[in-house]
């Protein structure tokens, strides 16, 4: 089952919440949190009353309260950032380092990179004539969970998260989200927004797990890399933003992904994207 979590507690989620709401015939399916539990075929949206990213264990509850089991979980969410440029983001979730915003210091939650590389692709086809930058965000916060699951969002602004049009644009494609069956990547360098794989992602048939940005890197222990990689299903390949990491961390990183049994792909080893639609279903 494909979990859609929306939190009250989000401007920008419980306008999603409502788009969803009013672009489907959802059929109530109990409650969860106090509030209506919705289904659509192989979804199931719920609601819940905190943030996100103070919801540990999140999969365990669904299980205990619905009986269902939690095969993804895609949260909904707002994205801030200082220049508060309009975007949509994509994630992985945990942390590298220290737990700031949710989940468990240095542990990460497992991916699902089929969904969340289409993901991406569909916000990209959608967005059509907004301004809205899409990306590709690093891994980062909470909650932590057992299950796969990933964030996209809806930034950077106040007025931008209470939007009805780009809420639209995230509802309608977590509506059609179908996941991508392509060769799937870890991600290694780049900033926050990781450029360069969010490139690779819109161009090539591949899919990404964790992405570990640059500022990572340094402080990276190799535990948490070996967990980037166990969490990272199906993963045989890692691209690795050579320019964006410094010689010495470079050198690591390729021998961390090499003892992984992993093998560094460029740009022009991938078959280039002519379908960027395409998925299964669940």
Do not use: C
């Not at 070996?226 to 990491?245: C, D, F, I, Q, S």
Request: hydrophobic content about 40%; charged content about 25%.
């Amino acid at each position: 089952m494909l979990i859609i979590v929306a939190s009250l507690a989000d401007v920008a989620s419980a306008n999603i919440r409502r788009r969803l709401l009013e672009r489907a015939s959802w059929e109530e399916h109990g409650t969860f949190d106090g509030h209506p539990t919705y289904r659509l075929e192989n979804r199931l949206l719920l609601t819940i009353r905190n943030l996100h990213m103070d919801r540990d264990g999140l999969d365990q509850e669904i299980r205990s309260a619905l009986g269902v089991e939690p095969e993804l979980l895609v949260f909904a969410s707002r994205h801030s950032s200082r220049k508060g440029i309009p975007s949509f983001t994509v994630h992985p979730l945990g942390n590298f380092g220290a737990a700031e915003f949710g989940g468990h210091p240095k542990k990460l939650v497992p991916t699902s990179p089929g969904w969340m590389t289409q993901t991406l692709r569909l916000l990209k086809e959608r967005a059509g004539d907004y301004p809205h930058a899409v990306t590709f965000e690093a891994t980062h916060h909470g909650p932590h969970l057992e299950s796969p699951a990933f964030f996209v969002e809806l930034g950077s602004t106040p007025s931008q998260w209470e939007a009805k049009g780009p809420a639209t644009v995230v509802a309608d494609t977590l509506l059609a989200l179908r996941p991508a069956e392509h060769p799937i990547l870890l991600g290694v360098g780049g900033g926050h927004y990781v450029p360069r794989m969010t490139d690779v992602a819109l161009g090539h048939r591949v899919s990404f797990g964790h992405l570990i940005p640059s500022y990572a890197v340094e402080s990276l222990s190799d535990t948490v890399f070996r967990e980037a990689v166990a969490k990272t299903p199906g993963v045989r390949l890692a691209y690795v933003h050579r320019k964006a990491l410094e010689a010495p961390d470079r050198r690591r990183m390729f021998d961390l992904v090499e003892e992984a049994g992993l093998r560094v792909v460029r740009e022009r080893d991938l078959e280039p994207l002519e379908d960027p639609v395409r998925g299964k279903d669940l």
